[in-house]
């Protein structure tokens, strides 16, 4: 009961850390909120119900999926969404031609092979690394769309008409998708990636000259072992070690930004090649954290010899912010 | 065209590299395949298409998005489904007997502040790390089955009934994903999790090792120097580093497998923080090979002077997996 009474506290400050951390997320939150009550309007409003019938549905349930954090995703999701719609629609519709033309007990065992068939090797490529990587969802579409129209071909006869009128619902749903990520508030790939290689620079620039301001004055150090996690050394390295999925991530959705690749193709995997090196770096520096810590330590005498020499080179925690600053700038405003 | 006349050798050798490096991978995709086709047959089969009717479209869509590879990424996914469905089915229910009160505009004013409140509560919603983690897919689906509920439902008057008959369909997709992922050579997401734990392992005794022998001998330096990505040491260390976000995906996914709950909680948090311990073993590992291969080297004759006892304690590569092959036993034999 305890921990109950103490669950409304921790909920609001959940509520609270999760919006201040990202003031995005809450954009994000009332955009989608909005375009899920525009695409409701076609349901209610009684003029435009007469036009499109049950079919709203459909845009409805492309809001709710293609609808993602940032433009990139948007995007990536939206396009593969389409790709996969399409193909398979034109695959399916070949599949029925041929069908149509032979008995009705053929045709079940013919349908029920193209389905067996289609849908194993289909499977098996999404594990292609390629795809994998950059079409796994709309190979999970193509799927999807080719057994429903398959399938449903066999009772009902007028399957165009049908796959025309969804596909005016599905275009409004990507259109107001598309509205509300390119022109309202739109959240960039990009400059998350961009902001985020800038903090790991300088939480790595911190960490080092963290590490030698200890190794000099060592006076502190029995007082900071003891709360590890708040460590600045720890702090400074701890977001560059697990990097790698999230900036290809977010790499990849940046390349499907229009924003930059109108002047020139902007070299987002240079910035995951950085992460690379970033992280290279990261892991010296969690080896120097590990001789701060080991118990076998140069005596405070022999320190101060390379003191000197050492604090000289260590970069102050204003050169990385200056190496990156203006790109920051040019990146913001291209 | 140089390239186009690659392209079917390239493509097959994708084909064949993908099945050679796990074969489940041909197993999995034979299972969706044969699913996808016993859902078909309700829909080509007279005497059940007459019980089922059009609604034979939700088992194909469920088989579809719930069958993964592994039998816990299949249950998560499955219950998380479930889960969200029903919360939403209520809600909606809910809020259209509220609805169904008052009069017809203002009803219509209704829904469209219901959709717009719960849209973007709920998308804030997963921003929550807890929420995040354990139940991103329950949530999007909550989402999805809300607004297609309470949409429809200003203009259907039968919702109940079409709800009671998709609930069946959906029954038997799921059925026949729990009988595919859990009977049918079951793919485990725990055995994956061990293995790699193992490999993990194995790879970095192979690296110390070959770290102490390029340090010893350095004769052979010079060649070895050229092709990086073939280095023993950088090999061995390679798969521990990025490995973050795969062992945590693993051990969720772990964590719902019924096989080992049985007599116990199996300890799947365990090997993730094995695994956080082994990555920080692999940053000192890179820190080894970075002097290895730094320009300021130790003479050969002060390196003789502490070869004995290095060697010595060095693991040898029988070593871990002495130490994790009886566990290994163990977790496939329980």
Chains 1, 2 share one sequence.
Not at 112 to 136: H, L, Q, S
Request: glycine residues 8%.
């Amino acid at each position: 009961s305890e921990k109950l009474k103490r669950f409304p506290g921790l909920f609001w400050q959940t509520v609270w850390r999760v919006g201040r951390d990202d003031p995005r997320r809450v954009v994000h939150a009332l955009k989608v909120g909005l375009s899920l009550t525009l695409v409701s309007l076609l349901y209610l409003l009684e003029p435009l119900f007469k036009g499109i019938g049950q079919n709203a549905i459909w845009a409805v349930m492309t809001v709710v999926v293609v609808l993602e954090f940032t433009a990139g995703a948007t995007l990536c999701k939206g396009l593969n969404r389409g790709l996969g719609t399409l193909v398979a629609g034109s695959l399916a519709f070949f599949i029925g031609y041929i069908a149509e033309k032979t008995g009705h007990v053929f045709r079940a065992v013919f349908i029920g092979t193209a389905v067996f068939v289609i849908g194993t090797t289909t499977t098996y490529m999404r594990f292609f690394p390629y795809i994998k990587r950059n079409y796994d969802y709309g190979v999970v579409i193509f799927l999807l769309t080719f057994n429903l129209i398959t399938v449903s071909s066999y009772r009902v006869s007028n399957v165009l008409k049908i796959a025309h009128e969804r596909f005016y619902t599905i275009a409004i749903g990507c259109g107001i998708c598309l509205v509300m990520t390119l022109f309202i508030f739109p959240i960039w790939s990009g400059e998350d990636l961009h902001n985020s290689t800038v903090i790991k620079l300088e939480g790595l620039a911190k960490s080092i000259e963290a590490c030698v301001s200890a190794y000099f004055n060592d006076v502190e150090k029995e007082t900071t072992q003891e709360k590890s996690s708040e460590d600045p050394i720890y702090k400074g390295y701890k977001a560059v070690l697990d990097s790698k999925s999230q900036d290809e991530t977010l790499a990849l959705h940046a390349s499907w930004e229009p924003r930059h690749s109108r002047h020139c193709r902007y070299p987002w995997q240079q910035y995951v090649k950085l992460g690379a090196v970033l992280r290279h770096f990261g892991y010296t520096v969690v080896a120097l954290h590990g001789c701060l810590q080991s118990e076998i330590q140069t005596p405070q005498h022999c320190r101060i010899l390379f003191k000197d020499p050492m604090t000289s080179t260590t970069p102050s925690k204003s050169q990385p912010r200056l190496f990156l600053g203006s790109n920051k700038n040019q990146a913001t405003n291209m």
